[in-house]
């Protein structure tokens, strides 16, 4: 079993940055894409960003130029550079690995992102 943490979020003004880090803990996370999720108060949970177990990487178009995905498998981490805040940002951040369509495990807490105007 894998436990995921999230952290990193807060309170921020549009046009500021977050860095994001997620931790896991009980198995080796490097064999495994892994993506980042977010979810907006009323919305739908949805993955924003992705890095292969090769470190490749797939940005959603609605954050390309703005966040970047890495990882370090050393740390058993993956990170979300979030630049250029805007305020539809505004969500609970996830990760988790991909499997198919959905996420591989148990979801973790996330961790608030708020962008204020």
């Known amino acids: 079993q894998v436990q995921l943490v999230e952290s990193g979020g807060g309170l921020v003004q549009a046009g500021g940055s977050l860095r994001l880090s997620c931790v896991g803990s009980?198995?080796?996370?490097?064999?495994?894409?892994m993506g980042w999720y977010r979810q907006a108060p009323g919305r739908e949970r949805y993955l924003v960003a992705r890095?292969?177990?090769?470190?490749?990487?797939d940005i959603d178009g609605s954050v390309t130029g703005r966040f970047t995905i890495s990882r370090d498998n050393a740390k058993n981490a993956v990170y979300l550079q979030m630049d250029k805040l805007k305020t539809e940002d505004t969500a609970v951040y996830y990760c988790?690995?991909?499997?198919?369509?959905?996420?591989?495990?148990?979801w973790g807490q996330g961790t608030q992102v708020t962008v204020s105007s």
């Open positions: 988790n690995a991909i499997q198919g369509w959905g996420p591989k495990y148990s």
């Open positions: 890095i292969t177990r090769g470190g490749n990487t």
């Open positions: 009980g198995s080796t996370l490097r064999f495994d894409d």
